[in-house]
Structures are given as C-alpha cells and as structure tokens.
C-alpha cells in the first residue's frame, strides 16, 4: 500500500483539530464539566486510596473526598461574600472617593486636551446611550447563563463520583485501543498525567492559600481598605497564567481607588501584589509545582485564549492542563511527537538547519 505523503498527513490532523475545537464549542455545556470532574477525580484520587487502605467501604470512600471538596470551596465562596458585603457597606464613602476622583479626572482632561465638563459630559452620555441599548439583550443571557452555571456545579459532584467509582472500566477501555505490546508506554503515559494533575491542582490549592494570607495580610499591615478581597480575587485570577495577574492588578488598583484617595494607598498595593508575585513565580510555585508542567509561554498563552472564547472562564482555567496532558500523549506517540515538541518548553541551544557558508 503506497504511504500517505508528510503533507497529507500533517493536513489531516490541522483539520482534525479544527474540527475537534468546533465540537469543543457546539457541546461547550456537556464537554467542560466532565473535563474538570475529571481534573478533581484525579486530584482526589489520593484521598480516596487512602480510606480505602483503612477499609473504608468503596462507596463511602468516593463520598468523603467529594464532601471535604464541597466544604473547603462553601468556604471560599463564604468568605468572598462576607468581603464583598463588607465593601458594599462602605458604599457611601465609595461613591463619594469615586466623584471625587472623576472631577480629578475631568479637571485634567479639560486642562490637557481643552475638552470643557460640558463636552466630557455629551461624550459619556452618548456612550452611556449605546451601553443601555445592549444591556437588554446582556441581561436576555442572563438567565440563561445563571442555570447553566447551576447545572455545572450541580453535575460536578455526580460525574466525580462516577469517574472514580468507574475509573477501572475507563482505563480498560483506553487499553483496548492498544495492542498489547503497546501497554506499558500508554500506562506510563497515564501515570505521568496523573501525576502531573494531582501536582498541578493541588499546587493551585496550596498556591491561592499563601497569595491571600500574604497579599491580603501584607495590605492589612499599611492599613489598605479591602485588603482581604484584593488578595482573595488576586489569588484566584492568577489560577489563569500570565493574564489572570495583569487583571488581577487592574482591579486591586480600582479597588483601592474606590476606597481611598491617596496615591500612596496604590503604589503599596501595586508594590505588595509585585512583591508577592515575584516570591510565587520564583520562589515558592516552582518548588511546589517543579515541573511538571512543561508548555512554552507561546504556546500557553495561545491557548488559553483560545479556550476562553470557546469555553469562558473554566476554560481559561483549565487550558494549561490540557495542554500538558496533550505535551504527554504526543510525547508517547512516534507518529504525533513533532506537536510535543511545538508545545515544550525546551529550546536547543543551536539552529537545526544547517546553512553552508559557500
């Protein structure tokens, strides 16, 4: 049988992805909760086999690590809401702090660039008009948005406890893909996603627990208004990488405007939130993560925007994972290594083409 030419090949499977990524959007709903209940399973998975090595029934066993999952996000999301209620108390000083800074804002507007209130005002009004002309069809999705995000969170204890009660069943269909003699390399491949999930997720756990307590407790110390809110949405922006932290910036900065009016309130916070970041991208990240991760900057960035706009926010989330799951597979393939080699992070140190100096 006359073999498939390179460029055929290579066609093929650009065609696959796009078609992969286009089933990823249309069934966006279906596809992301069994992927992060599959994400949790395996980061669970330890737990687990620890109440089973104590003889804890199977059934209780999977229930356990679920409901202490349950109880530690219930309270985050406690703890988020009493800042924010904390916030929405200072309100009144909020919305004067905030006029206060607009007049600043136009005052220089109109000594700069000659614009009168009287113009400033016509522009936002007229903004303002296009604004409310799309918030009818915004708040139309709303509903919408709200029972899907229900339904996720609904779902995603079920399909947890489901991949872990089946967790045999689904490695033996993976199995039964492969010829026998092929085994050993896809159960190796298994055990380092595995390993490489469980390191990355709980990293992420550990990695959003030292952001609040240092941000947040370093911002209590000069006094900062919401202290603890930045941190905690500095922490869990920054589980997007590379730009959850330039968005977690950009609000710690409207935070602390809204609540203040001194300059040196915002340079303490944007030196704290660099300070901070600095000890997580060099000091302690790496040596609680190492690397297990291996997906070069290009190649992370790209995709975590690519699945933000098919999937959101728990796309964005998720992408680095996925991206390193699909590094190791491809890594394990003869046919597919060349794409592990376009996603790593290993640079060599000399140009693989060879130009004869004539």
Do not use: C
């Amino acid at each position: 049988m006359k073999e498939i030419p390179v460029t055929v090949k290579r066609s093929l499977e650009l065609l696959g992805i796009f078609i992969l990524g286009y089933l990823f959007v249309i069934g966006n709903t279906i596809i992301m909760p069994l992927l992060m209940a599959f994400f949790f399973s395996l980061m669970l998975m330890p737990v687990f086999r620890f109440f089973r090595k104590i003889k804890v029934p199977e059934g209780i066993a999977i229930f356990l690590p679920i409901l202490l999952l349950t109880v530690m996000v219930a309270l985050v999301i406690w703890l988020f809401s009493s800042q924010v209620a904390a916030l929405l108390d200072d309100f009144p000083l909020i919305e004067r702090t905030v006029t206060k800074h607009l007049d600043n804002l136009s005052i220089w507007i109109s000594n700069s660039f000659g614009f009168s209130p009287a113009q400033q005002l016509k522009f936002i009004n007229v903004q303002s008009a296009k604004v409310f002309n799309s918030i009818g069809s915004v708040l139309q999705g709303a509903a919408g948005s709200l029972t899907g995000v229900l339904i996720f969170i609904g779902l995603l204890p079920i399909y947890i406890y489901l991949i872990i009660l089946y967790r045999n069943l689904f490695l033996k269909f993976i199995l039964m893909w492969f010829k026998p003699g092929e085994h050993k390399n896809v159960e190796h491949g298994i055990r380092q996603t595995e390993k490489m999930v469980k390191s990355y997720l709980i990293g992420l756990l550990i990695q959003i627990t030292y952001i609040i307590v240092l941000l947040g407790g370093s911002l209590l110390l000069f006094g900062i208004k919401n202290a603890l809110l930045i941190g905690i949405i500095f922490a869990f922006l920054n589980l997007i990488p590379y730009l959850g932290a330039l968005i977690g910036n950009i609000l710690g900065v409207l935070l602390t405007l809204a609540s203040s009016e001194s300059l040196s309130d915002i340079i303490i916070v944007l030196a704290a939130i660099t300070f901070v970041q600095f000890l997580d991208n060099n000091i302690l990240m790496p040596r609680i993560v190492g690397s297990q991760v291996k997906v070069n900057p290009l190649a992370a960035i790209v995709g975590i925007i690519a699945a933000g706009s098919m999937a959101g926010l728990s796309g964005m989330f998720l992408a680095l994972p996925v991206l390193s799951i699909l590094k190791i597979i491809f890594d394990s393939s003869e046919g597919y290594k060349q794409w592990g080699v376009l996603l790593g992070d290993e640079r060599p140190s000399k140009s693989p083409i060879h130009v004869n100096q004539g």
